[in-house]
C-alpha cells in the first residue's frame, strides 16, 4: 500500500509538470489607462523642401527655432464619455497662421501625456502621440483619429509602483538642437518599456484653399480598454499549478484504488 500510495502522489506530479503550462509565470487582465494630456506639445510645419513654421511649449526649443517660430491657437478638452472619471477620449486644435505663398506639405505634431495603470502594479509613465503625415499637394487643414494605447516591451510585475518609465521624453532644460530633433526623440523613446501608440488611426487631408489660410490641425484620440501581461504573484503560481495536479491526483486515486482492490481481493499479493 506505501509503494501505491507513493505512486499516486508522484506520478500525477511528473505528468503534471511534464504538461507544458504547469508554471503559470504570465497572466493577463484588462484596464483602461488612465490618460491625461499635460499640455504640452511640438508641432512643425514644412513645405517639400523646408521647415515653414514650427512651436512648442518649450521655451529653449522656441528660442532655437526662432526664425520659423509662429504663435498658434491651441484648444483642447477631455471626454468622459461614461463618467467614470477616467478621460475616455481627448480633441485638440491647433490653428497656425500662415505667410503669403507658403504651401505646407507635412507635418508634425507630438503630444505628451501622463499615464497610469492601478489594478496590479502601480505604473505611472510619460506617453506621447506622434502624428506625422505628409501630402504632394499642398493642404491647410489635416484631421486625424486613433487610438491612443499604452504598449509594453516586458511584462509588468504582478504589485508594486512602476515608475521606470516616468521621465521627461524631451530634455527640457536644454539648449542644444539635437536634443529636440524628432527622429532622436522618438529613438529614445522606444528604448522605453513602456511607450504610448497611436494606433487605428485614420487622416483627412484637406487641399490648399486661400492664400495666408491658416493650416488647422484637428485630432481626436481615443483611449480604450486594454489588455496587459503581468509576471503571476507566488500564490497564484501555487494555485495553478494546484489545480492541474489535484486533476491528475484524482484520475490516479480512482486507478490505483481499483488496481488496489484488484490486487488483493484476488490474492495476487498476500497479507
Sequence with gaps: QVVLWLMNVIIPLIISYSIPGFWH????????????????????????????????????????????LRIPQVTSYSVDSNFDGKPDAFNITVVMPMASGESVRQVQLMLFFSCHLSTFSRLQAQGMAYVEQSSPFSGWRLDVGGDLVLTQRNPLPWTGVVTTSNTSIIDTGSVLAKDYNILNILHKYAERNETTRLRNTYSVWSRHASDQQPFTIQAYIRFPEQTFTYRAGFWELIKFAWVQYLSVFLVFIWLFDGIKRFIFSNGIILT
Design 25 to 68: 509565470k504570465f497572466s493577463e487582465y484588462r484596464e483602461q489607462p488612465y490618460l491625461r494630456y499635460q499640455h504640452q506639445l511640438m508641432v512643425s510645419l514644412s513645405s517639400s523642401t523646408d521647415q515653414l513654421a514650427t512651436w512648442s511649449t518649450m521655451a529653449n526649443y522656441n528660442r532655437l527655432a526662432s526664425s520659423k
